[in-house]
């Protein structure tokens, strides 16, 4: 069983901040959220920070303001270890991921019902939805084949990748990472994995993983259109983030499908095993925190899985956004479409924090460099940051945010959404159908749902306004625009039955 000695009171530090004790030698945890906010925080979550905290290796912990329970580490987390890399601050959807494509479409275009019906239907006959779908259940997606869908989780987003499958190369530079290369920093060590990984019949249904490319998943994953609205003072910064005021944008949300779940899968199966074997002692008693140490073979292992499962996210997210274009262009002839950014929220990378190479590991969190970061040098935010997409809900509204220079008390992260407060159980026991239903028809936001998914209502998110207030608070990020949902497409096929 999980740890459950007693947590410890949060200390609060600042206005949007406070630290939870560790006791001993052990720095704090990093605590990022008002007093509301820090109110949402259970004691199962605050126990799974104090165990990753606590974990060989680890310098660093920041809870978010968007913390709850997860997978070994809560949901909302920065784990940092110099010398261990640890999968559950990853998570089994590996490389979970936003992007933001802007149309050159003003928003009244979008105005009326009909337009936006005729909009949704052409999506969905290119982007299907659902845990199990792919390709063949959307008759207008992109095909992908074995070896088109190999060459996409080696190489990523490569320029033949993009070509290949109608992306527009140039995207690639609105990428926090167009691509991921093996332990080693190679792409030979990820074609070495795969093909080991083949050859031991692990991906027997391989082909049929690589026909989720260019699809969203269940649960909180969605595509929703947008209404831009530019906050006042950011007209500069947002133009150079591609952002246009009033108009029409797509914002997504999903990862790695199930090629990413299985890989991780395995190896937390793996690693289970391994400390099974070796009576290796668990951090917090929790088998969901294992670990490896940098330089192993387990290590080298599951780097070069996290990297295949990463590539097949971010060429599933640019082929989306290249199929939503044309979606829209079907619809709307003529209007031209660009990519804002793309970036992960479930992510380990090898960042410089406090001029030292560490292991960052993401688990529900954004990474934030402010203007003038050298990691920053020669793309298109070296001198304004990079665009933070943080989604609330359809009726609070998201957000693109800027990194502050204060994003360093944080490891130069946020959060990556507003985070739940009821689980998918209870959402389903306490929530009314009809009232969820009523909620977007007042609003006039559409949905590809005939009953909008109660386990994805906007009563199961924190305050959306308090878990901003408290990033800008705590001089992490500031807002740079708002986007208004005008219509969302979710998983339709549990809300229907």
Same mark, same amino acid.
């Given at each position: 069983?999980?740890?459950?000695?007693?947590?410890?009171?949060?200390?609060?530090?600042?206005?949007?901040?406070?630290?939870?004790?560790?006791?001993?030698?052990?720095?704090?945890?990093?605590?990022?959220?008002?007093?509301?906010?820090?109110?949402?925080?259970?004691?199962?979550?605050?126990?799974?920070?104090?165990?990753?905290?606590?974990?060989?290796?680890?310098?660093?912990?920041?809870?978010n303001?968007?913390?709850?329970?997860?997978?070994?580490?809560?949901?909302?987390?920065?784990?940092?270890?110099?010398?261990?890399?640890?999968?559950?601050?990853?998570?089994?959807?590996?490389k979970?991921?936003?992007?933001?494509?802007?149309?050159?479409?003003?928003?009244?275009?979008?105005?009326?019902?009909?337009?936006?019906?005729?909009?949704?239907?052409?999506?969905?006959?290119?982007?299907?939805?659902?845990?199990?779908?792919?390709?063949?259940?959307?008759?207008?997606?992109?095909?992908?084949?074995?070896?088109?869908?190999?060459?996409?989780?080696?190489?990523?987003?490569?320029?033949?990748?993009?070509?290949?499958?109608?992306?527009?190369?140039?995207?690639?530079?609105?990428?926090?990472?167009?691509?991921h290369?093996?332990?080693?920093?190679?792409?030979?060590a990820?074609?070495?994995?795969?093909?080991?990984? &083949? @050859?031991? /019949?692990? +991906?027997?249904?391989?082909?049929? #993983?690589?026909?989720?490319?260019?699809?969203?998943?269940? !649960? *909180?994953?969605?595509?929703?259109?947008?209404?831009?609205?530019?906050?006042?003072?950011?007209?500069?910064?947002?133009?150079?983030?591609?952002?246009?005021?009033?108009?029409?944008?797509?914002?997504?949300?999903?990862?790695?499908?199930?090629?990413?779940?299985? &890989? @991780?899968? /395995?190896? +937390?199966?793996?690693?289970?095993? #391994?400390?099974?074997?070796?009576?290796?002692?668990?951090? !917090? *008693?929790?088998r969901?925190?294992?670990?490896?140490?940098?330089?192993?073979?387990?290590?080298?292992?599951?780097?070069?899985?996290?990297?295949?499962?990463?590539?097949?996210?971010?060429?599933n997210?640019?082929?989306?956004n290249?199929?939503?274009?044309?979606?829209f262009?079907e619809?709307?002839?003529?209007?031209?479409?660009?990519?804002?950014?793309?970036?992960?929220?479930?992510?380990?990378?090898?960042?410089?924090?406090?001029?030292?190479?560490?292991?960052?590991?993401?688990?529900?969190?954004?990474?934030?460099?402010?203007?003038?970061?050298?990691?920053?040098?020669?793309?298109?935010?070296?001198?304004?940051?990079?665009?933070?997409?943080?989604?609330g809900?359809?009726?609070?509204?998201?957000?693109?945010?800027?990194?502050?220079?204060?994003?360093?008390?944080?490891?130069?992260?946020?959060?990556?959404?507003?985070?739940r407060?009821?689980?998918?159980?209870?959402?389903?026991?306490?929530?009314d159908?009809?009232?969820?239903?009523?909620?977007?028809?007042?609003?006039?936001?559409?949905?590809?749902?005939?009953?909008?998914?109660?386990?994805?209502?906007?009563?199961?998110?924190k305050?959306?306004?308090?878990?901003?207030?408290?990033?800008?608070?705590?001089?992490?990020?500031?807002?740079?625009?708002?986007?208004?949902?005008?219509?969302?497409?979710?998983?339709?096929?549990?809300?229907?039955?």
């Open positions: 069983m999980p740890n459950q000695d007693p947590v410890p009171p949060l200390i609060e530090t600042g206005e949007a901040t406070a630290m939870l004790p560790m006791g001993g030698s052990i720095k704090p945890i990093t605590v990022i959220g008002n007093a509301a906010i820090r109110a949402t925080f259970d004691d199962v979550c605050l126990q799974q920070a104090r165990n990753a905290r606590s974990a060989p290796g680890v310098s660093e912990l920041v809870l303001p968007d913390a709850h329970r997860g997978y070994g580490a809560p949901i909302g987390c920065v784990l940092v270890s110099p010398s261990h890399i640890y999968p559950g601050p990853v998570g089994v959807d590996i979970c991921s936003m992007s933001l494509l802007q149309l050159a479409l003003p928003a009244e275009a979008i105005a009326g019902r009909r337009e936006r019906r005729a909009l949704i239907d052409a999506i969905l006959e290119r982007v299907p939805t659902g845990a199990g779908r792919g390709q063949r259940n959307a008759p207008k997606s992109r095909p992908v084949d074995t070896e088109l869908g190999r060459r996409v989780v080696v190489e990523g987003a490569s320029r033949s990748v993009c070509e290949a499958l109608g992306i527009p190369p140039h995207w690639a530079e609105r990428c926090e990472d167009a691509f290369l093996g332990h080693d920093d190679t792409v030979d990820l074609g070495s994995r795969l093909d080991l990984l &083949l @050859a031991g /019949d692990y +991906f027997p249904r391989f082909a049929d #993983k690589m026909t989720q490319l260019g699809s969203y998943g269940g !649960g *909180n994953h969605f595509g929703e259109c947008e209404v831009v609205h530019v906050a006042e003072g950011e007209q500069e910064i947002s133009e150079v983030f591609g952002l246009r005021d009033g108009h029409v944008a797509f914002l997504s949300h999903c990862g790695s499908r199930g090629f990413g779940h299985n &890989l @991780a899968m /395995d190896q +937390f199966k793996t690693l289970q095993h #391994k400390f099974d074997a070796w009576d290796i002692p668990l951090p !917090g *008693n929790d969901q925190l294992v670990y490896a140490p940098l330089g192993t073979p387990e290590a080298n292992n599951y780097l070069d899985d996290m990297a295949l499962g990463a590539n097949f996210a971010t060429v997210h640019l082929l989306i290249a199929l939503v274009l044309e979606a262009q619809v709307l002839p003529g209007i031209e479409g660009n990519l804002v950014y793309f970036i992960s929220h479930n992510i380990a990378r090898r960042e410089v924090l406090n001029s030292q190479p560490q292991w960052v590991h993401r688990k529900g969190a954004t990474r934030a460099y402010p203007a003038g970061h050298f990691a920053l040098r020669e793309t298109p935010f070296a001198s304004t940051g990079h665009p933070i997409l943080l989604p809900d359809p009726q609070s509204g998201s957000a693109v945010m800027v990194a502050e220079a204060g994003a360093e008390r944080s490891c130069f992260s946020v959060n990556h959404g507003a985070g407060v009821l689980g998918r159980k209870q959402a389903f026991r306490t929530l159908q009809a009232a969820v239903d009523r909620s977007f028809d007042e609003r006039d936001i559409l949905s590809n749902c005939r009953t909008y998914p109660r386990d994805e209502a906007p009563d199961v998110y305050d959306f306004e308090q878990v901003l207030s408290s990033v800008k608070q705590a001089g992490l990020a500031r807002e740079v625009a708002r986007l208004e949902a005008r219509f969302v497409i979710k998983d339709a096929s549990k809300a229907d039955d």
